[in-house]
């Protein structure tokens, strides 16, 4: 490992626009393609401030700087294109989170690595639109919060209330949300407002552990805790008319539901298991990479196949997670409002990933290419006309939604062409972490946080008070910087925002 002066460091880096920069090859070593990432003036100074701090000498242990991570993964074997940093980029486990990077399929060098997945596979947000308005909700937002905290099963070890035993869970693992259809949770007009239509096709539950499963099976239906939520937002600005309306959104002040939350202990388990396998592929097929924790095997290797299966597996398991809790939210509404879910008009705007490994075409220096592309804190944005995309939004371009942090503003954002040119039709997913969590807890006391929450006018709900802290709005990036970034870079469009008014917490 190679330790340069930060002015050393700094030849490698160039600015290349308002809102990107470039990473040469020779910034690490082996880098087959260069890096870049996305910006604006106050992101811009976490990540070179990074990058300043693990120049110091002796400066050792922890996760490498962001820009480091980004250079790392440009060295992997069969990458094309550039390993793009989107502006919420923040160091993590071998990938940086935020960090996407394209593998050319048909390259037989080319990998897949558990760490541009992430642990938690399929970690992703779904909107649930509503004909409510804010006036409506109001008076009735505490027990609304309450009603919202008593259905959904949140926190650590939380268990979930939806009946399903040994079968039912390889069926939910290999179906996705047409187990969640058939088992009559979900309408089947949700499914259409779903990427992937909310099953990976290739999901094989036989290349799962028993442990994977044994954890998966008791938190089905499920929120967990750390940085996951269902949120009762109001919607506060309208960017693009037109977009909103195909969402269904008419004006400001309309209530909508959002929920994030991933795959829980069982996707954890699979990518644990994945690392643990591949470690030994490395070996074996003498692939080198500059960070251990880029453990990865050939995508063609039996290693690499059991991994995109499993993942696949767990990645339905996240959609009918996320299902189930679109099924308890929408009593907990009708009960609340004596009416229908139907009379609520408790559609899906859209569900997106944004940890997760796909195969697509994309068009590589004017050839079009099967690539695997691993988005790992990075969430699919794909422009209008293309054909994944659901007949309602063909016009619009895909809904991209963006969770902000506990008792800051969220997004929708569509997809561009130009972010299919430049990033392989991939933006941001939400604040990305500027503190890390031992930090939050160590400076942030949780009671504040919860009374700043309660004198902005948001009802709470959480389960472990004491991980709040670790959520605190000063733990992370300003959501609107990250947003403003990829609008006015243009790789993905402002939609509209909206401000929470009830937050329920694990």
Same mark, same amino acid.
């Given at each position: 490992? !190679?330790?340069?002066?930060?002015?050393?460091?700094?030849?490698?880096?160039?600015?290349?626009?308002?809102?990107?920069?470039?990473?040469?090859?020779?910034?690490?070593?082996?880098?087959?393609?260069?890096?870049?990432?996305?910006?604006?003036?106050?992101?811009?100074?976490?990540?070179?401030?990074?990058?300043?701090?693990?120049?110091?000498?002796?400066?050792?242990?922890?996760?490498?700087?962001?820009?480091?991570?980004?250079?790392?993964?440009?060295?992997?074997?069969?990458?094309?294109?550039?390993? !793009?940093?989107?502006?919420?980029?923040?160091?993590?486990?071998?990938?940086?989170?935020?960090?996407?990077?394209?593998?050319?399929?048909?390259?037989?060098?080319?990998?897949?690595?558990?760490?541009?997945?992430?642990?938690?596979?399929?970690?992703?947000?779904?909107?649930?639109?509503?004909?409510?308005?804010?006036?409506?909700?109001?008076?009735?937002?505490?027990?609304?919060?309450?009603?919202?905290?008593?259905?959904?099963?949140?926190?650590?070890?939380?268990?979930?209330?939806?009946?399903?035993?040994?079968?039912?869970?390889?069926?939910?693992?290999?179906?996705?949300?047409?187990?969640?259809?058939?088992?009559?949770?979900?309408?089947?007009?949700?499914?259409?407002?779903?990427?992937?239509?909310?099953?990976?096709?290739?999901?094989?539950?036989? !290349?799962?552990?028993?442990?994977?499963?044994?954890?998966?099976?008791?938190?089905?239906?499920?929120?967990?805790?750390?940085?996951?939520?269902?949120?009762?937002?109001?919607?506060?600005?309208?960017?693009?008319?037109?977009?909103?309306?195909?969402?269904?959104?008419?004006?400001?002040?309309?209530?909508?539901?959002?929920?994030?939350?991933?795959?829980?202990?069982?996707?954890?388990?699979?990518?644990?298991?994945?690392?643990?396998?591949?470690?030994?592929?490395?070996?074996?097929?003498?692939?080198?990479?500059?960070?251990?924790?880029?453990?990865?095997?050939?995508?063609?290797?039996?290693?690499?196949?059991?991994? #995109?299966?499993?993942?696949?597996?767990?990645?339905?398991?996240?959609?009918?997670?996320?299902?189930?809790?679109?099924?308890?939210?929408?009593?907990?509404?009708?009960?609340?409002?004596?009416?229908?879910?139907?009379? #609520?008009?408790?559609?899906?705007?859209?569900?997106?990933?944004?940890?997760?490994?796909?195969?697509?075409?994309?068009?590589?220096?004017?050839?079009?290419?099967?690539?695997?592309?691993?988005?790992?804190?990075?969430?699919?944005?794909?422009?209008?006309?293309?054909?994944?995309?659901?007949?309602?939004?063909?016009?619009?371009?895909?809904?991209?939604?963006?969770?902000?942090?506990?008792?800051?503003?969220?997004?929708?954002?569509?997809?561009?062409?130009?972010?299919?040119?430049?990033?392989?039709?991939?933006?941001?997913?939400?604040?990305?972490?500027?503190?890390?969590?031992?930090?939050?807890?160590?400076?942030?006391?949780?009671?504040?946080? #919860?009374?700043?929450?309660?004198?902005?006018?948001?009802? !709470?709900?959480?389960?472990?008070?004491?991980?709040?802290?670790?959520?605190?709005?000063?733990?992370?990036?300003?959501?609107?910087?990250?947003?403003?970034?990829?609008?006015?870079?243009?790789?993905?469009?402002?939609?509209?925002?909206?401000?929470?008014?009830?937050?329920?917490?694990?």
């Amino acid at each position: 490992m !190679v330790v340069r002066s930060y002015n050393d460091e700094m030849e490698y880096i160039e600015r290349i626009s308002p809102h990107s920069w470039r990473i040469k090859k020779g910034f690490q070593p082996n880098m087959n393609v260069e890096g870049i990432f996305y910006v604006n003036s106050h992101l811009e100074k976490l990540m070179f401030d990074e990058l300043r701090n693990s120049c110091r000498p002796g400066m050792v242990g922890g996760f490498l700087p962001g820009m480091k991570q980004i250079a790392n993964v440009a060295a992997l074997p069969g990458i094309v294109g550039r390993s !793009v940093g989107l502006p919420d980029v923040h160091s993590g486990y071998g990938f940086a989170i935020g960090n996407m990077a394209a593998f050319d399929m048909e390259d037989p060098q080319a990998i897949v690595s558990p760490g541009g997945v992430g642990f938690d596979i399929n970690c992703g947000v779904r909107l649930i639109r509503t004909n409510l308005f804010e006036h409506e909700v109001q008076p009735v937002k505490e027990q609304l919060a309450q009603s919202l905290f008593d259905h959904i099963p949140v926190g650590v070890g939380s268990k979930g209330i939806i009946p399903m035993n040994a079968r039912d869970l390889d069926e939910a693992l290999e179906m996705g949300m047409d187990w969640s259809l058939r088992e009559g949770y979900v309408w089947a007009e949700d499914k259409e407002h779903c990427e992937e239509y909310g099953r990976m096709l290739n999901a094989d539950p036989s !290349v799962v552990s028993t442990r994977a499963k044994k954890r998966g099976l008791p938190q089905l239906g499920t929120l967990g805790a750390g940085n996951h939520y269902a949120e009762i937002q109001v919607v506060d600005e309208i960017y693009d008319k037109f977009a909103a309306s195909k969402m269904g959104i008419d004006s400001k002040g309309q209530v909508v539901l959002m929920i994030h939350c991933g795959s829980r202990g069982f996707g954890h388990q699979v990518a644990t298991d994945a690392l643990v396998s591949m470690e030994k592929a490395m070996k074996r097929d003498n692939i080198e990479t500059n960070d251990r924790q880029l453990a990865c095997a050939r995508i063609n290797s039996k290693e690499g196949k059991d991994y #995109l299966n499993g993942m696949a597996a767990a990645a339905n398991f996240a959609w009918v997670n996320r299902s189930s809790m679109t099924f308890l939210a929408r009593q907990a509404f009708a009960k609340m409002f004596n009416a229908t879910p139907d009379d #609520l008009d408790m559609h899906v705007i859209y569900d997106v990933s944004h940890n997760i490994a796909k195969m697509e075409e994309h068009i590589v220096n004017g050839k079009r290419k099967r690539l695997l592309v691993h988005r790992k804190g990075s969430t699919r944005a794909f422009p209008p006309h293309h054909p994944l995309i659901p007949v309602d939004y063909q016009l619009t371009g895909q809904p991209v939604l963006i969770g902000g942090t506990m008792g800051t503003c969220s997004y929708v954002l569509t997809g561009t062409e130009q972010g299919m040119q430049e990033t392989f039709g991939s933006t941001c997913h939400g604040a990305g972490r500027a503190l890390s969590r031992a930090k939050s807890r160590r400076n942030i006391d949780f009671q504040d946080v #919860l009374d700043k929450l309660n004198n902005q006018g948001i009802s !709470v709900r959480v389960a472990s008070p004491k991980l709040v802290m670790e959520e605190a709005p000063e733990s992370y990036k300003n959501v609107s910087d990250v947003v403003d970034t990829c609008h006015a870079a243009g790789i993905s469009k402002k939609s509209m925002k909206l401000r929470p008014i009830a937050v329920i917490k694990g």
